[in-house]
Each structure stands twice: as C-alpha cells, then as structure tokens.
C-alpha cells in the first residue's frame, strides 16, 4: 500500500505523516510526501519513524506531472495541501483559486483515474462565515475569505462527482492549535502563547472575550483523518471540533501557563469574527472522539518554550 499526503511537511501534515506508520490499516506502507516548500519547513522531515518507508515528491499540486508522480501506485491520498493562511489570501485571490479550488479538483479527478481507494479532503470550519446560530453540516455556508471560498467550492464539486468508487471524506476542522513538527503560528492560540513565550503584550479586542470559536488540537485533527480513512468515505462533509471555547478561554490557559504576560485591550471598529458554535454531533455519532483540551495544548507549548518562562 502507497498512501499520498499532500501538503506532509505542512503543521497538520507533518504530524500525521509520523502517525501513518503506527496506525495499524497503514502499517508497512510506503508514505509518499508531496510538498512545494512554499513554506520551507524542511525540518519536518527530520527525525521520521526509522522502521516506516517514505519517499518524497517535490512539486506544486497546479502540475498535472507532478499529481501524476505523486499518484502513481497510491490507495490512500489525504489532501493537505493548500494556501491556509486567510488573511494572506486576500492578497492573493487568483493564486489561492488555482491552489484551494483548481488543483485540489484536479488531483481528486486524477486520484479517481488512478483507481485510488479512498480521498481524506480537510476543509475548515471558516466555510460557515459569520453566524449566531449552532452550525451542523447542514447549515447554510457563507465564506467570507478566498481561502474559505476555495476550500468550499472545491469540497462541493468533489462531492457533485463523487460516485462511490473511490471513498471520499470532506472533514471541517475547527480552528487548528497545539504543537507539530511544522510548525505555524498564525492562529490564536499558537499566536499567544508565542508572544507570551517572548515577553511580548497579548492585544484582546474589548467586548470580544465571550465570543466563541470552534478549537480543534493538531493531534485531533490527524486523529480525525485516520478515523475518516477507517470508518467513514461516504462522500460526506463532517465538523471536527475539539471545544466550543471562548476567547477568554484561550487568554485563561495562556495566563496560567504563562503567569508573566500582560494583557492589553483596545477598541475596534468592527470586529472580525462573530460567536459562532460548530456542532460535530455527526462525526461523534460514528464513535469519533477528541482527546485534547485548549488547557492541555497551551501546556504543551509552554513547555515547548520552556526555556524563556
């Protein structure tokens, strides 16, 4: 067996690449990496199980060579690749439409070409966009950044073509924190305990602590993945949460295992994201179940950056 993880030297492919070999359906397989070094985190190749056998593709997911390299012998592939960063990408909206939407299309039509098994695709929860109501699979989606937009339009055509010959899985993962070796720091949670780790103030807009927000650890989220390759496959999408936390939650686990930051708050004109709650009753259902909380993951990065507290 040859399983394909696009975007395996990224934060969440970094991880699962290590989880691969001990997950017992991919025992003995051969994992493929594929990844352009958009960020070069060549570090997350250091440090790789030494028992489980890996090769590596280097190329960008918009070449048709590339997928058909990356593709050859594959039963597996797990779709991580993608530009995620969400403000970036309104800079970048054309790049971001042929990365998120055009490529990963692509590479689900030569996936089911190539007579592949099974498609893990990890989406996000921003698909949703603004809303003050309980959000399941089924609630209407408005994304409100290219990124979003992409990853939703490309969910949405591979599901119109899916015709259950190869099994696919849309996961909708909340918004990912908790360490990894490919490290990113562009989420809240990540973001904070940097800054506090250095001795920098953390900036909480007033009137925004209670706001919530689906959390999701890094270790949850692969879990997630190898749960969708076992159980699941129906063509369906799927919320992947962790806790409905506040932000207050978020300051709250950072302040105690960060006893030294300061806490500013500042006025804003408008602020960048209403509370929202994502329900992941669907995927529970099927006897999936998270294991971290936002407490334990900031513990996780405080000792990571042990050396400055």
């Given at each position: 067996?040859t399983?394909?993880?696009?975007?395996?030297?990224?934060?969440?492919?970094?991880?699962?690449i290590?989880?691969l070999?001990?997950?017992?359906?991919?025992?003995?397989?051969?994992?493929?990496?594929?990844?352009?070094?958009?960020?070069?985190?060549?570090?997350?190749?250091w440090?790789?199980?030494?028992?489980?056998?890996?090769?590596?593709?280097?190329?960008?997911?918009?070449?048709?060579?590339?997928?058909?390299?990356?593709?050859?012998?594959?039963d597996?592939?797990?779709?991580?690749?993608?530009?995620?960063?969400?403000?970036?990408?309104f800079?970048?909206?054309?790049?971001?439409?042929?990365?998120?939407?055009?490529?990963?299309?692509?590479?689900?039509?030569?996936?089911?070409?190539?007579?592949?098994?099974?498609?893990?695709n990890?989406?996000?929860?921003?698909?949703y966009?603004?809303?003050?109501?309980?959000?399941?699979?089924?609630?209407?989606?408005?994304?409100?950044?290219?990124?979003?937009?992409?990853?939703?339009?490309?969910?949405?055509?591979?599901?119109a073509?899916?015709?259950?010959?190869?099994?696919?899985?849309?996961?909708?993962?909340?918004?990912?924190?908790?360490?990894?070796?490919?490290?990113?720091?562009?989420?809240?949670?990540d973001?904070?305990a940097?800054?506090?780790?250095?001795?920098?103030?953390?900036?909480?807009?007033?009137?925004?602590?209670d706001?919530?927000?689906?959390?999701?650890?890094?270790?949850?989220?692969?879990?997630?993945?190898?749960?969708?390759?076992?159980?699941?496959?129906?063509?369906?999408?799927?919320n992947?949460?962790?806790?409905?936390?506040?932000?207050?939650d978020?300051?709250?686990?950072?302040?105690?295992?960060?006893?030294?930051?300061?806490?500013?708050?500042?006025?804003?004109?408008?602020?960048?994201?209403?509370?929202?709650i994502?329900?992941?009753?669907?995927?529970?259902?099927?006897?999936?179940?998270?294991?971290?909380?936002?407490?334990?993951g900031?513990?996780e990065?405080a000792?990571?950056?042990?050396?400055?507290?």
């Amino acid at each position: 067996m040859t399983v394909l993880v696009t975007g395996g030297l990224g934060y969440l492919g970094s991880s699962l690449i290590r989880e691969l070999p001990t997950h017992p359906k991919f025992s003995g397989s051969t994992i493929r990496i594929l990844d352009n070094f958009r960020q070069p985190r060549f570090h997350s190749l250091w440090d790789l199980p030494a028992y489980a056998d890996y090769d590596f593709v280097e190329g960008d997911i918009r070449d048709s060579s590339v997928r058909e390299a990356a593709l050859e012998d594959v039963d597996t592939v797990f779709h991580l690749a993608a530009i995620t960063n969400a403000p970036e990408t309104f800079d970048i909206p054309e790049k971001t439409w042929e990365v998120n939407h055009e490529a990963a299309v692509n590479l689900f039509r030569d996936a089911q070409k190539s007579g592949v098994d099974e498609f893990v695709n990890a989406v996000t929860c921003s698909v949703y966009g603004r809303t003050e109501q309980k959000i399941t699979e089924h609630s209407e989606c408005n994304p409100e950044s290219p990124y979003a937009e992409a990853k939703l339009q490309a969910e949405s055509d591979m599901f119109a073509e899916y015709d259950g010959e190869m099994d696919l899985t849309g996961l909708r993962l909340g918004t990912v924190y908790g360490w990894s070796p490919g490290m990113r720091f562009d989420t809240v949670v990540d973001k904070f305990a940097f800054l506090a780790a250095t001795g920098q103030p953390l900036t909480v807009y007033e009137g925004a602590e209670d706001q919530k927000r689906p959390y999701l650890h890094v270790q949850d989220s692969v879990r997630s993945m190898l749960f969708a390759a076992d159980e699941l496959g129906d063509g369906e999408a799927y919320n992947v949460v962790g806790e409905n936390g506040r932000l207050q939650d978020v300051v709250d686990a950072i302040t105690k295992h960060f006893p030294d930051v300061e806490i500013g708050y500042t006025e804003a004109e408008q602020l960048n994201q209403l509370s929202y709650i994502v329900s992941d009753e669907k995927i529970r259902s099927h006897g999936f179940e998270t294991g971290h909380t936002l407490d334990q993951g900031v513990e996780e990065l405080a000792d990571k950056f042990r050396a400055f507290l």
